[in-house]
Nanobody
């Protein structure tokens, strides 16, 4: 499966952005999807993930209550709604997919990232 994240940009602290992860190539509903991010000079970190049907999600503590992941399998797309953004949310955001699981694990398929910059 091929993945492409989009929707990044510059936003002020307290603002919102919605990222999209569009998939192509295979039956999207066979894949759980996880979002990761990597800030400049830091290691990649888990943000959150969603199950194959969308009935289960999990989030990193740092984003819990502010970020929401959803999916539309008819559109082969997963969304990351980010609210109450903070400067420390600045990073390149990546979506990844795997048939086995979602969460803070090694993933089989990765998309190119999209940059989110939050100004103070």
């Amino acid at each position: 499966v091929q993945l492409q994240a989009s929707g990044g940009g510059l936003v002020q602290a307290g603002g919102s952005l919605r990222l999209s992860c569009a998939a192509s190539g295979r039956t999207f509903s066979n894949y759980a999807v996880t979002w990761f991010r990597q800030a400049p000079g830091k290691e990649r970190e888990f943000v959150g993930g969603i199950s194959w049907t969308g009935d289960s999600t999990r989030y990193a503590d740092s984003v819990k209550g502010r970020f929401t992941i959803s999916r539309d399998n008819a559109k082969n797309t997963v969304y990351l709604q980010m609210n109450k953004l903070k400067p420390e949310d600045t990073a390149v955001y990546y979506c990844a997919a795997d048939v086995r699981y979602f969460g803070n694990y090694d993933m089989n398929y990765w998309g190119k990232g999209t940059l989110v910059t939050v100004s103070s």
